[in-house]
């Protein structure tokens, strides 16, 4: 299963670039294909591309709309993601395609591919690092495992696992049958 300009154009958003789409293909494309990820059915590729989507709008956004809501504000001091020095919320907010949030996060994540992501949290916001990141979510938190248990239906497990609730469930669902129906899926 490799990633297509042409599915990579369906669910991004509204007249990107081709440029742009091309590099998300090539970039995403050879970080799902690593065999330590092993995004490598319809069913996981759809998945996995659902939720990636759904938390990019559509690879838009490559780091989180700071407002700051009330929301973000919480990010501040919250300990349970390693935010323990002044500013550590806005620094460590949601960055890459999967929104990876908090310095622990960051540090964590950024040991196991191979990226300075605590001393340099922008690098979280470039392509290439994103994919890297995001697929390192989907294996550490064994997301295959969900995909392969079905379509449709599985989209409320994979979302609670992403997003540790279902936010934006619907556009989930419809991104996902965009997805399924482009990889033949029924």
């Known amino acids: 299963m490799k990633l297509t300009l042409q599915l990579t154009q369906q669910l991004a958003y509204p007249n990107m670039p081709i440029v742009l789409a091309q590099v998300w293909t090539d970039k995403l494309g050879a970080t799902c294909a690593d065999p330590r990820v092993n995004i490598n059915t319809p069913q996981r590729m759809a998945h996995f591309l659902t939720q990636l989507t759904h938390e990019s709008a559509g690879f838009r956004y490559m780091s989180e709309i700071w407002g700051p809501t009330p929301a973000q504000l919480r ?10 020095q002044p500013g550590d919320g806005y620094r460590y907010r949601g960055r890459g395609p999967l929104q990876l949030t908090g310095r622990a996060n960051y540090r964590n994540t950024g040991k196991r591919i191979g990226q300075p992501l605590e001393d340099e949290p922008e690098r979280a916001s470039q392509i290439g690092v994103g994919s890297l990141i995001a697929c390192d979510y989907w294996t550490t938190h064994g997301l295959n495992r969900l995909a392969d248990q079905g379509g449709l239906v599985m989209v409320q497990s994979i979302t609670r696992a992403v997003n540790g609730g279902l936010n934006g469930l619907a556009d989930r669902e419809r991104r996902y049958k965009l997805a399924a129906a482009a990889l033949g899926i029924k």
């Open 75 to 84: 990010y501040e001091g919250r300990l349970d993601l390693g935010n323990t």
